[in-house]
Each structure stands twice: as C-alpha cells, then as structure tokens.
C-alpha cells in the first residue's frame, strides 16, 4: 500500500516533514533509521522512549525481520531513565526498549545502553553514561520526542542549552502526563536520569518524532518560537541537522 503524500518544507534551520497521519509519520521515521543504519553498520544511536516512537520501533523489527535491517554492528544510549525503576520494572524504560524493539532485533545487549535507575549514585552514574557516549564515538542519530511542555528526553523547561547528562526533578506537568503508562500519577517516579541538551545537541543529526494534536503548541513553539529554555525543543533550532518529522495534527498551528 503505498503511503499518502507527505510535504517537507524547512522552517528556520529545521527540515520539518509533514505526513498525512500518524502511521505514515511512523513510517517515514522508521524509513529515515533504516537508511541510516545501512549506509552505516556500526552506527551509534540515540534513542527515545515514550507512547510516540512504538509503531516507529515496530516497523524497524518489521524491517529486521522481512528485509534484512542489521543491528548486528549497531550501538544504542537511550536518552533517560526512572530514578528508583529496576530494570525488570515494567515502566521502566530499560523494560519499554527491550519490549518494542530489542527483544525483536539483532542488536547485541552489551550494546544497547539505557541509564541504570537503581544507580547508588545516580549523579555519578550520569557522568559515566556520558563519557560511555564520548567513548563509542559520539551519538550519530538521535531519536527525540517531544513533551506537552516542550521537553525533550527529561530535560524540563529551564534546561540550558549547555546542560550535560544529570538528575532531573520532573515537573507536576510530565508525571501527570506520563500517569496513563502507570496505575495512578502517585506510582510515577519524581527524578530521572536525562541526558543534557547539550548532550544531546552533540548528536551529528537530530531526528524528532511528534504526532497528534496535543503535541501542536509544542511544535509550534519549537520550530516558530525564539530559542528559549522555557521551551527546550526550541534550543534544537542551535543545531545545523535537525529533522523534525511529525503528522498534520502535530503541524496544525505551523
Ligand atoms: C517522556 C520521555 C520523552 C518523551 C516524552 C513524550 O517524558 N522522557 O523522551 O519524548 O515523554 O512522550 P510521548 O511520546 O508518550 O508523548
């Protein structure tokens, strides 16, 4: 079934692909790591959790499975972590990656990387998660989604665009928001490992993934808004590669 048609226009420094709706907006992500993995084996990925990028995963196991797609030589970081989840949790994130796609691809487990949310030192264990990224070469791809509020993996709004890889208190906002994947808003951890903005600006190419309408004033503000912490995905505009790829709902106040 071929896909409906999708427009690319680029808004400031940003390439924003618009897609008719979420699946094909999945889709075309899924398209943009596949090629990406292909013309580069030993690729370094950054990737993101959340409801957003699941089909996305889908389609790339889908890919492994019927076409071949090769994450033998493929390294991954994930871009945050619960404080307090174990990883057998099942809201940990460690858990959602193996769930949606590391179980159903080749990816080797000592080279998939997710922060460790029993850390006895999760400060520390921040830092090391970083140099571990400087380590492998640096991320190649980053994978992002957006929050209500403009975060991006866990950085709150009032994150520098210099900030590193640390311990984050989430806001009222994100644990509500993030509640549906919980029994109640009270099971939601209040801190997270993230990687900084400035760990991820550091990423060669930037890809990020939004879909539906409660995702339009984030997007707006990120592509049409001046650069500003309170709105961290508009500090993506400080970088040269960025792609957002996102469906009508996502772009309906562009
Ligand atoms: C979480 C994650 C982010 C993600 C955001 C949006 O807070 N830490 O990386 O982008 O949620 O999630 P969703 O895709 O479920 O809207």
Known sequence: MKNPPEHERTVGSINVIVCADAQSASQKAAELMSNAIRSRPKIVLGLATGGTPVEMYRQLAKMHEHDGLDFSNVTSFNLDEYIGLSADHPQSYRMFMQQKLFDHINIKSENTHVPDGLAADPQQHAKEFEA???????????????????????????????????????????????????????????????????????????????????????????????????????????????????????????
């Open 132 to 254: 571990l990224i400087v380590k492998a070469g640096g991320i190649d791809v980053q994978l992002l989604g957006v929050g209500q509020n403009g975060h991006i993996a866990f950085n709150e709004p009032g994150s520098t665009a210099d900030s590193r890889a640390r311990v984050i208190e989430l806001t009222p906002a994100t644990i509500q928001s993030n509640a549906r994947f919980f029994a109640s808003a009270d099971e939601v951890p209040k801190t997270a490992i993230t990687l900084g903005i400035g760990t991820i600006l550091e990423a060669k190419r930037i890809v990020l993934l939004a879909i539906g309408s409660n995702k339009a004033t984030a997007i707006h503000r990120a592509l049409e808004g001046k650069p500003d912490i309170s709105h961290p995905a508009s500090l993506l505009q400080n970088h040269d590669d960025v792609t957002f790829i996102v469906d009508e709902s996502a772009a309906s106040l562009l």
